[in-house]
């Protein structure tokens, strides 16, 4: 590899230019250029030596050429990023509630008690939501911190047009709170404990613990109350990993 | 006479914009052009030119395309668009203006 295409390297690598067709033709370009002015260069006589010094002090700092073309597809990166944010949120927040719904359908079962009256209950609705509160903000505050200088501003905005949404449409807003400390809980676990078994350790013994302080149960419901949070530790732990998954995936497309 | 890159910054759109509603030229072209009308007063940076373009492209000021030029070579060629026209023209007029100002002061006494 000529010291040239090194240079194309890695003013590509830092441009953070969104979509691989225009980094491809971005790249194009620059080969381009490289070609017409070696050329150029040839034809005057210059040795090969002169030529690629020329060359590298012309385009300057590659990190600096690449901060420019940053600076260039700013807008469209941070609206290519709040769409993704969106969709990993939406998608997320589906497979973890159908998973902890199932569980929890299967507890019923085992308990005997009517699986669709379980199901189709407030209840169900409202768990619903506090997994999509919980999803948007783990997968913002991974994702958009990745992207964003200020996620935590962008998950404000996110949430105050969730509260407004709600309050639009009379669902109870608590469980966007809820939601939020919870999903923010996940992250700090996943932050402050590296081994795996240990984090879901802690996400289960922190959510089991949650549930019975916020709606304490009485003596008889404790064990189905920390049974059923478990079963929710379960399913926000596979939450993060299914987030961090999709979080990778975007980070390469991007 | 190397000229400070931030005096630079702020003309770049002008001169390009002015190079273009010349015909259309692709960046090394741009780079050449620039150099020889200004008797070497100016030399673009490559690192500087690219990003510029693709900033005046995406404010819908030039188009481009690739296609095979006369060297029989791709390159991509950018060209202004009736939106750009206008806008040459009107930083042409504000530049006027500008260095008119600055003249009036600098030769103040």
């Not at chain 1, 709170?177 to 996940?186: K, M, P, S, T, Y």
């Not at chain 1, 079963?231 to 299914?242: C, E, K, Q, R």
Request: proline share 2%; charged share 20%.
């Amino acid at each position: 590899m000529t010291r040239a295409e090194r240079l194309i390297d890695e003013i590509m690598a830092a441009a953070r230019i969104p979509s691989e067709r225009r980094r491809q033709e971005v790249r194009r370009e620059l080969r381009a250029h490289v070609e017409d002015f070696v050329g150029s260069c040839r034809q005057s006589g210059r040795s090969e030596e002169d030529i690629e010094r020329l060359l590298l002090d012309r385009f300057g700092d590659p990190q600096q050429v690449a901060e420019q073309f940053a600076c260039v597809y700013h807008g469209e990166r941070a609206v290519l990023h709040f769409g993704w944010f969106l969709i990993s949120t939406v998608v997320v927040s589906l497979i973890i509630s159908a998973a902890a719904l199932s569980m929890q359908a299967g507890m019923m079962f085992g308990l005997g008690a009517s699986v669709l009256a379980a199901l189709g209950s407030r209840h169900a609705i409202t768990e619903a939501l506090d997994i999509a509160a919980t999803v948007a903000t783990y997968v913002g505050l991974v994702s958009l911190g990745r992207f964003f200088g200020y996620p935590l501003a962008v998950l404000a905005v996110v949430t105050a047009g969730l509260f407004a949404l709600f309050a639009a449409t009379g669902l109870p807003t608590q469980f966007i709170v809820f939601g939020f400390l919870n999903g923010a809980l996940l992250r700090g676990i996943q932050v402050a404990v590296r081994r795996r078994m240990l984090q879901f350790g802690a996400a289960l013994a922190c959510l089991g613990a949650l549930g019975i302080l916020f709606f304490h149960p009485s003596s008889s419901a404790v064990v189905v109350t920390a049974a059923s949070w478990l079963m929710m530790g379960t399913a926000y732990h596979l939450m993060t990993h299914v987030a961090s998954r999709m979080d990778r995936v975007l980070a390469a497309k991007l | 006479m190397e000229i400070d890159r931030e005096l630079l910054k702020g003309s770049i759109s002008l001169l390009l914009l002015n190079l273009l509603s010349r015909g259309e030229m692709y960046g090394y072209e741009i780079l050449q052009a620039a150099t020889v009308r200004s008797a070497n007063a100016f030399e673009f940076k490559e690192g500087t030119l690219y990003p510029a373009l693709h900033q005046l492209e995406k404010r819908g000021l030039v188009r481009s395309q690739w296609r095979t030029g006369d060297n029989g070579r791709e390159r991509k060629y950018y060209s202004l668009t009736s939106k750009g026209r206008k806008a040459a023209q009107k930083y042409e007029r504000q530049w006027q203006h500008l260095t008119g100002a600055v003249n009036a002061v600098l030769g103040s006494k």
